[in-house]
């Protein structure tokens, strides 16, 4: 087996162990009716005393759950169609009743209904998306630069997340961000996470702005689309994997699940005062 392979293999048995969306009762592709005890323990016999409009604020409370939606090619062995699934769990409140779905709705729109057996219901601006393996990232790549629904959905999505094994693979940094944008056009969050360390000194360097800004401009330059486009370009985070499986552990012993660990750390490195990524002054400009 190919070391890359290995690697990339590695990659995503360990991002399996996170458990990221493995505790939420709405899987896609799982039987939705709960067991009588389940649902017992977590009834709450006052809510529907409650004024209509406190109702309404609490469901679109609800709805505000964010979610990682990890999209990767269906099963090799016979057991499924060929094609792509997605590895997300389904926001539970478009299923208690008439008016908690109308509230979900205001924030979830269905996506990728030509390309998964089940589509997805996702927030643009507050969800991720993750692209397992590359056959998907190569199809998605083929899909955004067409004139179609999907590829209109792609260019909607504001936050990415992309796992990378490293410099080993014999891309660099930025030949992997240049890929990333040319799938993403629209994507406002962009954090990549390397399983090697390759790339990595005592202290990570990010892109300065001028150097994102050329990056989005060079990915788009083959793009003929009239309707592509904004003027933005993206913040871009490198984190090291074992960063990200430390967020989840730091959260387990918080009583958070694995999702709302992750999404937290990665709130962390967008915020001002961060410094995970900053651009190091030369010692010319500290002088």
């Known amino acids: 087996m190919h070391p890359q392979i290995f690697e990339v293999l ?8 996170m458990r ?27 809510f529907p005393r409650l004024p209509p409009e406190l109702k309404l604020m609490i469901w679109a409370a609800a709805a505000d759950d964010r979610q990682i939606v990890r999209i990767k090619p269906r099963a090799r062995d016979g057991t499924e169609d060929e094609g792509f699934r997605a590895d997300y769990a389904m926001p539970v409140v478009l299923h208690v009743c008439r008016d908690s779905r109308r509230e979900a709705l205001k924030r979830y729109t269905v996506i990728f209904e030509g390309i998964l057996r089940y589509p997805i219901y ?14 998907t990232c190569e199809h998605f790549e083929i899909l955004s630069g067409e004139e179609n629904t999907i590829s209109e959905e792609i260019q909607k999505v504001e936050n990415v997340l992309a796992m990378v094994t490293g410099l080993g693979s014999g891309d660099s940094e930025e030949d992997v961000l240049f890929d990333l944008l040319s799938i993403w056009d629209g994507v406002k969050r962009l954090i990549i996470a390397e399983r090697s360390p390759t790339w990595w000194g005592t202290f990570k360097e990010i892109w300065s702005d001028r150097e ?38 730091r959260g387990e012993k918080q009583s958070m699940d694995g999702t709302s660990a992750l999404l937290s750390f990665f709130d962390s490195l967008f915020e001002a005062s961060s410094t995970y990524n900053t651009k190091r002054q030369s010692k010319e400009a500290i002088g």
Request: glycine fraction near 6%; aromatic fraction near 12%; include cysteine.
């Open 122 to 135: 996702f927030n643009y601006q507050q969800d991720y998306v993750s692209l397992v393996g590359s056959s």
């Open 212 to 249: 994102i800004k050329k990056l989005c401009k060079d990915a788009k330059a083959n793009d003929t689309r009239e309707w592509v486009a904004g003027p933005g370009f993206p913040q871009v985070r490198i984190v090291k994997f074992d960063d990200i499986l430390g967020a989840v552990a």
């Open 10 to 17: 590695r990659l995503e048995a360990s991002f399996g162990r």
């Open 20 to 46: 990221i969306n493995k505790n939420d009762t709405f899987i896609i592709g799982v039987d939705h009716d709960l067991n009588p005890y389940f649902k017992a323990r977590r009834l709450f016999c006052l």
